[in-house]
């Protein structure tokens, strides 16, 4: 990767990936695009474009601008907010990226789209989900991310694009907290714990889902990014996951840092139907294999880097 573009770059894997990428390959390597502008780091520290991704020609017109041999599409609106605007999300989850495919085929660019959990579906096998399974999922979100996929595969084997995708688990970050997801819980129970020293889960106790640490989702993808192309014999998308968690288990976890943290309860049953009917837990051996993933962090050093970086955020905030 010589000249990168990122859209959705303001978002919850976006605003690290950047950061990231710029330190790796150089500030100006990396063009941050996204449909809002922030003072931010992000808008700061490199190169940054407003872009509305279902406006392909501006899409097109700032890859040329900038002479990118590598797209990364993030830009997409998670399960939570698909299922409540399913048709929005399908014009913007599908017609950004098909936008962003042609972009990549006439400007010959490497692609990158995230893939998710959310592509499976309830006649799934749930435990060590394979890395080739049925694939029928019930939710906006799901439909977008198999059609995404199937899509990536064409466009490489019809148009020859180098397209590579990863299912994401749920990402808990500290940096951008992310905004429509279903796993989302595991992400605002820090907050909360650190802030009241209780958390109100609108998942169920017992309702197993694959979660993974930014850090490693953000290695994850240059891993794959760079990776020789004839060692994949997947492309779009792997399986990627780093471990699996039961909501009173993050909370037992964070009690051993909190003792006084308490859990309570109020299930959400749209998000609860969503999360039951993804896997309980996914198999990433073909990711393994084939450009040697591995996650750094678990249960354990991933709640207790998250609870010292959300407190040294909340004092630096406080002045
Ligand atoms: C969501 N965080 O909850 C995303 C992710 C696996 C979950 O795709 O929609």
Redesign the pocket.
């Known amino acids: 990767m010589e000249k990168i573009i990122v859209t959705g770059a303001l978002g919850q894997i976006g605003s690290e990936l950047v950061t990231k990428l710029r330190k790796v390959y150089g500030a100006d390597h990396v063009v941050a695009t996204d449909i809002r502008k922030t003072d931010c780091e992000v808008v700061q520290s490199g190169p940054f474009e407003l872009l509305d991704v279902t406006d392909g020609k501006a899409m097109y017109d700032i890859t040329r601008k900038y002479d990118a041999d590598t797209f990364i599409h993030l830009a997409a609106l998670?399960?939570?907010t698909a299922e409540a605007k399913p048709l929005l999300a399908w014009n913007l989850n599908m017609g950004g990226l098909v936008n962003a495919l042609e972009v990549a085929r006439e400007l010959r660019c490497k692609f990158f789209t995230p893939s998710?959990?959310?592509a499976f579906g309830p006649s799934t096998p749930k435990d060590g989900t394979p890395q080739d399974t049925i694939q029928r999922p019930t939710t906006m979100?799901g439909v977008n991310k198999v059609s995404g996929e199937l899509l990536c595969d064409y466009y490489n084997h019809k148009f020859g694009v180098d397209t590579r995708g990863l299912r994401?688990?749920?990402?808990i970050s500290y940096v951008t907290p992310?905004g429509g997801?279903?796993?989302?819980y595991a992400v605002e129970i820090f907050y909360e714990a650190l802030k009241n020293k209780s958390y109100t889960s609108y998942i169920a106790e017992g309702t197993y889902m694959d979660m993974m640490y930014m850090p490693d989702a953000l290695q994850a993808i240059i891993d794959l990014m760079e990776a020789d192309e004839c060692k994949l014999k997947h492309r779009n998308a792997f399986n990627v996951t780093a471990m699996s968690f039961a909501p009173e288990e993050i909370a037992a976890e964070i009690k051993k840092h909190i003792p006084n943290f308490a859990m309570k309860y109020e299930v959400d049953p749209v998000r609860q139907a969503i999360a039951e009917s993804?896997p309980n837990s996914i198999d990433a051996t073909a990711a393994k294999e084939e450009w040697g993933f591995k996650a750094r962090y678990n249960l354990e050093t991933m709640t207790k880097d998250m609870l010292d970086q959300l407190t040294m955020k909340i004092v630096k905030s406080a002045g």
């Not at 994401?168 to 990402?171: A, I």
């Not at 997801?181 to 989302?184: A, M």
């Open positions: 998670l399960s939570a998710s959990i959310g979100y994401f688990p749920g990402l992310p997801g279903t796993t989302d993804w």
